[in-house]
């Protein structure tokens, strides 16, 4: 059963939201604490809960450890996810830098460019040029993978990537990418994003609310 990107959105808040509330002491929840903690209903939480199967008790609530282990699961990171790198320009390199990733489960295990300059295998996160990207993720196994390129080479290397193997692709390229059903791409504008940000700050400024 594959979710809206939305509920899947929001479950990664409540956990997250989970962990914050578990390190303030508590042991049990009550969906009106999520919702709280996420900016949502009460019924909204039970209702994403429900369609995981999620239970939990009117008088009692949800135990945390318990719940977290169940989003979790549901998120696939019970186990550490393996992830690549492509472009290790600037976004690249903070990525490969970002330390809060592991705690999440996610492991960026190796970054890939087309600038012999930036080779460095030796690295703590080692950087292999993009020939040898098919063999590599054959080798570990790997699904996911970050596209940090120019927006002039991401289609390309996007069918790279794909044809490698990768079945779940986010893209930092200010480009729309698409890809055939068995393939998720995640598109991130970061300038559509500031731009939408810019205009409702603007537009609140202007209406005083």
């Known amino acids: 059963m594959i979710m809206n990107k939305k509920c899947i959105i929001r479950l ?73 790198i492509v472009g290790v320009g600037n976004i690249g390199t903070a990525l490969l830098r970002y330390k809060g990733f592991q705690a999440g489960g996610i492991r960026i295990i190796a970054g890939f460019e087309s600038d012999p300059a930036k080779y460095a295998p030796n690295a703590e996160v080692p950087i292999f040029p993009m020939d040898d990207f098919g063999e590599f993720v054959r080798k570990h196994d790997v699904r ?8 002039a080479a991401a289609h390309q290397v996007s069918e790279v990537m794909i044809l490698a193997g990768i079945k779940g692709i986010l893209n930092f390229a200010p480009i729309q ?33």
């Open 12 to 84: 990664s808040r409540y956990k997250n939201a989970l962990k914050r509330l578990k390190a303030l002491g508590f042991v049990k929840v009550f969906s009106g604490n999520l919702a709280d903690a996420t900016g949502v209903t009460s019924s909204q939480v039970r209702k994403d809960f429900s369609l995981f199967g999620i239970t939990g008790n009117r008088r009692g609530g949800y135990k945390v450890d318990e719940l977290i282990a169940k989003i979790r699961g549901i998120l696939g990171k019970n186990e550490l996810q393996k992830v690549v």
């Open 144 to 151: 996911i993978g970050i596209l940090a390129v120019p927006d």
């Open 177 to 209: 990418l698409r890809a055939a059903d068995d393939v998720v791409i995640s598109n991130i504008n970061l300038e559509v994003e500031l731009e939408n940000l810019i205009y409702f700050v603007n537009a609140q400024g202007k209406t005083g609310k």
